[in-house]
């Protein structure tokens, strides 16, 4: 029936093309995945032939912009598994507290949900002035969503539900002012984080962190992309701190497993401890 | 052991019961894997692989990310994650939109099941209230896999079913309870 009109060899070209042209590479991702994103868009976007998706793309650095953001996976929502972030609050919290400083990394932070729930955390715990958040995507179009710290005001009562499994004891309401669809989240919870573009694929370090949060994004690439990437963040996490992945996700039989131990709660948080 | 052959349920509303009664039936030595995908609330979610363990010989455990598939193990597919099937028969989680309201999604398990495994494999789709599955037969069809669904009248919500018979050429109807012979057959070393 032709649902799916671009095979596996015609994706590899294209995304072929938009690392030559661009310098986006998606070579190493799941290619189930990605291979239903491209079918998708091409579809979306009513291209009579593969000939003229591909034109376009090569030929259109506009369009190859919406084809990285729409091969890229959004999806999020405000304290995602509520008792991950119980977790965060009752057992690393406690402990980034005695650091002068603390820095954080959310990386693939999408549209920055996640970010401003874990910032929730953080003012709870009186930490919140002495914190930094770097909060970095590939998609530069969440990212500036992500600035505005506006979402839609219908997701508020599932959001208000997870903050409380997540052992939230405030009003969650008080942390945004509602306006037509919207909620705007109070400016003080933004003032520490910092959107900024980085892509995991190609770009490198660029400092030390206590905890780095990255959920939901290691499923989208292959085995050897997620092993560079772990390496990554080992190198970019001091002694002793905290990497924390999406539920499904996990360091067990990867190059870096050897540095890190699961903390006791069995969420999927490591300490990295080795040396 | 790598498997060679693929079975793909998927079910909805009524789905886990024609699961629970052909489990016990299935042969210890098929030379397949097989995937099951159905929908459900995500509080009781965990519990399903327990669930259906106790009623088989087979290994069965929640799907896991680049996990590859073999031979005599049910793979469940885990809520709130797209389950897919790449080419080089290893499992991917994805936890883009969801597809027909649903997530995991039964279209997306078959379809990419079907690019993988071609005529090496068998999807059955079985009761539930919405047409998740639909696309994803007729994908396994135009790759040469064989198709079934529960038959209608056995089922607690036909819907599922009927549309999948409406739009697509299905090779077999099955009750429950012809089920797991109809997979032994097919799977047989
Ligand atoms: C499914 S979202 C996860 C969002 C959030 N972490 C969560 O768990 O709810 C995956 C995010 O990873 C981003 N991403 C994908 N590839 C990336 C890369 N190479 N570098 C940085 N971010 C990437 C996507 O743009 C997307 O925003």
């Known amino acids: 029936m032709g649902r799916n009109q671009i095979n596996e060899q015609e994706v590899a070209l294209l995304l072929n093309d938009v690392l030559e042209r661009y310098g986006y590479d998606f070579t190493d991702y799941a290619p189930a995945s990605i291979n239903r994103r491209v079918n998708h868009l091409y579809q979306l976007d009513r291209f009579p032939s593969f000939a003229e998706f591909r034109y376009r793309i090569i ?41 002068p400083s603390i820095r954080v990394w959310h990386a693939g932070c999408s549209t920055g949900e996640e970010v401003y729930s874990f910032a929730i955390l953080l003012k709870e715990a009186g930490l919140l002035h002495k914190s930094i958040i770097y909060a970095t995507d590939v998609n530069a179009s969440v990212l500036e969503k992500g600035r505005k710290g506006i979402f839609r005001l219908s997701q508020m009562q599932q959001y208000s539900r997870n903050y409380m499994e997540a052992g939230g004891v405030e009003d969650f309401s008080s942390y945004y002012t509602a306006n037509y669809e919207y909620a705007k989240f109070r400016e003080e919870l933004g003032e520490k984080i910092i959107f900024s573009p980085h892509n995991l694929v190609t770009d490198g370090s660029f400092n030390e962190f206590q905890l780095i949060i990255c959920r939901n994004v290691l499923i989208y690439f292959n085995k050897q992309l997620q092993d560079r990437v772990l390496t990554l963040f080992c190198e970019s996490l001091e002694q002793l ?7 499904k996700e996990t360091l067990n039989f990867t190059r870096v497993a050897k540095k890190f131990k699961q903390i006791d709660s069995k969420e999927k948080i490591w300490r990295k401890v080795n040396l | ?55 088989t010989s087979w290994t069965v455990k929640e799907a896991a990310e680049k996990e590859p598939l073999e031979s005599g193990t049910i793979y469940i597919a885990p809520a709130d994650y797209h389950l897919l099937i790449e080419t080089d028969h290893t499992l991917s989680l994805d936890d883009s939109e969801k597809v027909n309201f649903s997530r995991p999604s039964i279209d997306v398990t078959f379809s990419t099941a079907a690019m993988a495994y071609k005529s090496h494999m068998t999807a059955i789709l079985l009761s539930g209230a919405n047409a998740d599955g639909v696309d994803g037969l007729m994908d396994v069809n135009d790759a ?37 012979t109809f997979i032994n057959s097919i799977a047989k070393v």
């Open chain 2, 1 to 55: 052991m790598a498997a060679p052959y693929l079975i793909a349920i998927g079910g909805s509303a009524g789905g886990l019961q024609p699961v629970l009664t052909l489990l016990p039936e299935l042969s210890a030595d098929l030379n397949a894997a097989i995937i099951i995908v159905l929908h459900r609330q995500n509080h009781n979610a965990s519990v399903l692989p327990e669930l259906l363990a106790a009623r």
């Open chain 1, 59 to 99: 030929s259109d650095s506009v369009y190859a912009l919406r084809f990285v953001e729409e091969i890229t996976v959004n999806v999020t929502e405000m304290f995602r598994d509520p008792s991950f972030y119980h977790a965060l609050r009752k057992e690393v919290l406690p402990i980034l507290a005695t650091y």
């Open chain 2, 144 to 180: 040469g896999g064989i198709t079934a669904v529960q038959d209608p009248t056995t089922a607690e919500v036909d819907y599922m079913p009927k549309q999948a018979l409406e739009q697509v050429k299905i090779a077999h109807i099955l009750t429950p309870q012809d089920m797991a």
């Open chain 1, 241 to 247: 701190g905290f990497l924390a992945l999406g539920s």
